[in-house]
């Protein structure tokens, strides 16, 4: 089904681009990257795209996109502005409220609201959000019971919201689950329309700020109807805007809230064939020199993001400008992809990659004396990226005790006395100094914090299993001693058991190291193995062996 669904959005794309209905052997052999494609055969490889999504549609032996059959008077159309209240923004979140608002001839007319049963806890930061707790969604309809009353409520009319994307894609996942088809039209976004609408009037544009702005008598408060309802009374007040504008139509007010193409719209070209699979990719300037590296989870997605509305960081729009080829690795899953991406990143040096990794700069709080001096020296306090706070954080733990400097990782290390110390300084006005002493313990709270996160992934003994490229076979990262010490790819059958053991010897084997190239690789393979995919499996190097070659 995702599959269909991809090739159905890059088929919308061909048809958006060129603007007019394509040949279906035109269009089979643009989709399929296909030499040669006889008529017959292209149109039934293409049946089933054009039939299960609704943007799209048979003209003759071409391929359309669908029309709005009418273009409705603003004033005699109706629009349903809607809100969804969601139990997170990840992939695996759900929708737990839904709210409507129908406007009819301008004016208010009715309203729809229904709590949804997410089937799972919401969780304790959405709750403090929103309000909504497990107790009220317990009874409340399932998610396909509350879209298809929701989907009857709205008819015809004018969809709506606030940041439509967000909304639009846990609404069109619902539909897919219920009639394997997408919504058909566009959804008109109050967000855009206001950006296009009131310029500099205001520099903010989230649904609160613009409640405040139009001063609407429903006030946003993370509820579906409350939300849907302030959106409505904006929306309202953007129509007159954009009838002064000259809009008469519908269509007029999707034109306004279209976003403007930017220049390196023209080179999406450059993404054409990307795959759907994990990897890492290259932006080459003329002369081959790599401007940039990055992973993706999924690459054609991500390299698709580039060319669209959004306006990256200032040296990626710059790498953007300069691109002439983007090249593609494929790996098997995003963690490989991490690892190759820090590898690219240390190898080439891309300048438009700011977070690059410099571990030459990194330094240590290394014991001297009765004192802490910030050196090169590896040891385990450490390594630092920031010299700054490494050295502020030194000055903190002058006159610290032995007692305190052994403990300085725990509970018990300098940090309680210098807070009182602070304290102290307040309560006597001694104003400055309580600044210089509240900027280093501030500095010496995030060395340790990270320093105790170190020390934490250091001690990790697992080994991590993920897909490899490879079809049947899955790829194998040991970790020990603070480091990825083995990457094995291992295949079906007996030849797993000797794969292993070479993994698990290199790992026994390792010393632990504080050496600065490590720290980057280190809290990338601690971030997953605390938030693991879906497809990573993560267990402990002492049962790897018997789960592994079984």
Not at 417 to 437: G, I, P, V
Request: with cysteine.
């Amino acid at each position: 089904m995702q599959l269909a669904f991809d090739s159905a959005d890059r088929l919308v794309e061909l048809l958006e681009e060129r603007g007019v209905p394509v040949g279906a052997a035109d269009a089979a052999r643009s989709l399929f990257a296909l030499r040669s494609a006889p008529e017959g055969l292209a149109r039934s490889l293409l049946e089933d795209i054009v039939s299960g999504d609704a943007r799209l549609s048979w003209i003759g032996s071409a391929v359309g996109l669908v029309r709005p059959a009418s273009d409705p008077l603003l004033e005699e159309a109706e629009y349903v502005v809607f809100d969804l209240e969601t139990t997170g923004l990840g992939r695996g979140a759900c929708i737990c409220e839904i709210g409507a608002v129908r406007i009819a001839e301008l004016e208010l007319a009715d309203t729809f609201e229904t709590l949804v049963d997410p089937r799972a806890p919401v969780p304790a930061g959405i709750t403090a959000l929103t309000g909504i707790h497990d107790a009220d969604l317990r009874g409340a309809p399932s998610a396909a019971v509350a879209v298809r009353r929701f989907m009857r409520f709205a008819g015809d009319a004018v969809l709506v919201a606030h940041n439509a994307r967000f909304d639009r894609s846990f609404l069109e996942r619902d539909l897919d689950r219920l009639t394997g088809r997408r919504l058909a039209g566009p959804m008109l976004d109050t967000l855009a329309l206001a950006r296009t609408l009131l310029g500099d009037r205001t520099r903010r544009t989230g649904l609160a700020a613009l409640a405040h702005f139009f001063g609407t008598s429903a006030r946003p408060c993370h509820r579906a109807l409350p939300d849907a309802e302030a959106t409505a009374e904006i929306l309202l007040a953007l129509i007159g805007l954009a009838q002064e504008r000259g809009a008469r139509t519908v269509s007029d007010l999707y034109e306004l809230s279209a976003p403007r193409r930017r220049r390196v719209y023209d080179k999406r070209s450059l993404a054409h064939g990307a795959p759907t699979r994990p990897g890492v990719y290259l932006f080459h300037a003329p002369g081959r020199q790599v401007l940039y590296v990055g992973r993706a989870r999924d690459l054609r997605a991500r390299l698709r993001s580039y060319f669209r509305s959004e306006r990256q960081r200032p040296s990626v729009e710059a790498a953007l400008a300069a691109v002439e080829r983007i090249e593609w690795r494929v790996l098997g899953s995003e963690l490989e992809a991490g690892l190759e991406e820090l590898r690219l990143i240390r190898e080439l040096r891309p300048p438009a990659n700011a977070r690059q990794s410099r571990p030459d700069r990194y330094v240590y709080l290394r014991r001297r004396g009765e004192g802490v001096v910030v050196s090169r020296t590896p040891c385990e306090l450490g390594p630092i990226r920031s010299r700054r706070q490494a050295e502020l954080a030194a000055r903190a733990l002058a006159g610290a005790g032995p007692t305190e400097l052994d403990d300085l990782l725990g509970l018990g290390g300098p940090l309680p006395r210098l807070r009182t110390r602070l304290r102290d300084l307040s309560d006597c006005l001694r104003y400055e100094d309580a600044a210089r002493l509240r900027d280093r313990i501030a500095a010496l709270e995030r060395v340790v914090g990270q320093l105790r996160r170190l020390q934490k992934l250091r001690a990790l003994e697992v080994c991590l299993l993920a897909p490899a490229v490879q079809p049947g076979m899955r790829r194998a990262f040991f970790v020990s001693a603070g480091r990825v010490r083995a990457v094995r790819t291992i295949p079906p059958g007996a030849g797993a058991a000797l794969e292993v053991e070479a993994g698990l010897a290199a790992a026994r084997a390792a010393e632990l190291s504080y050496d600065p190239d490590t720290v980057d690789e280190l809290l990338l393979i601690g971030g997953f193995v605390e938030r693991p995919p879906p497809e990573l499996t993560v267990m402990p190097l002492a049962a790897c062996a018997a789960r592994l070659a079984a």
